[in-house]
């Protein structure tokens, strides 16, 4: 994860020697949002499905939504956004990204967006198309 590197508010103020586990502060059970952005995703196969470039609030919900990922297609170049469900992503601390049960090849067929045309993601039909995709209930919490 790069929280060390972002943590400016020493939120995970870990001491060199510390196992990342002991270390002080909140995290991983509690961290910043800004310390997630550009964390890698990869899923149980260990293959790289992109990185968290935003993550979505429910302000009205009080929960986190959903994760936008970034996938870069051949060589950086035709960046897809996509948001996943954040319930989906589990924080994987050894390895220091985030995992995400979907193969390489679901996930070149997930509904994405570019960055000048981000969808309503309040609007239920496109929550419910969202989740269905990655077989995920739709959050009523």
């Known amino acids: 994860m790069r929280y060390p590197n972002r943590d400016i508010y020493g939120l995970h103020n870990q001491p060199k020697f510390a196992p990342p586990l002991l270390a002080h502060g909140p995290g991983p059970h509690l961290m910043g949002a800004e310390t997630l952005i550009g964390n890698?995703?990869?899923?149980?196969?260990?293959?790289?499905?992109?990185?968290?470039k935003e993550i979505m609030l429910d302000v009205e919900k009080g929960c986190v939504g959903y994760a936008v990922l970034s996938?870069?297609?051949?060589?950086?170049?035709?960046?897809?956004?996509?948001a996943v469900p954040w319930k989906l992503l589990t924080l994987e601390p050894m390895q220091k990204c985030f995992v995400l049960d979907v193969s390489l090849k679901r996930l070149k067929d997930a509904p994405g967006f570019d960055k000048g045309h981000w969808p309503d993601m309040k609007d239920v039909d496109w929550q419910q198309s969202l989740h269905r995709f990655y077989s995920a209930p739709v959050s009523e919490s």
């Not at 890698?40 to 968290?52: F, M, Q, Y």
């Not at 996938?71 to 996509?82: C, H, I, R």
Request: charged content about 20%; aromatic content about 16%; proline content about 0%.
């Open 71 to 82: 996938f870069s297609t051949y060589l950086g170049f035709g960046e897809k956004l996509f």
């Open 40 to 52: 890698r995703v990869i899923n149980l196969a260990s293959e790289t499905l992109g990185d968290i």
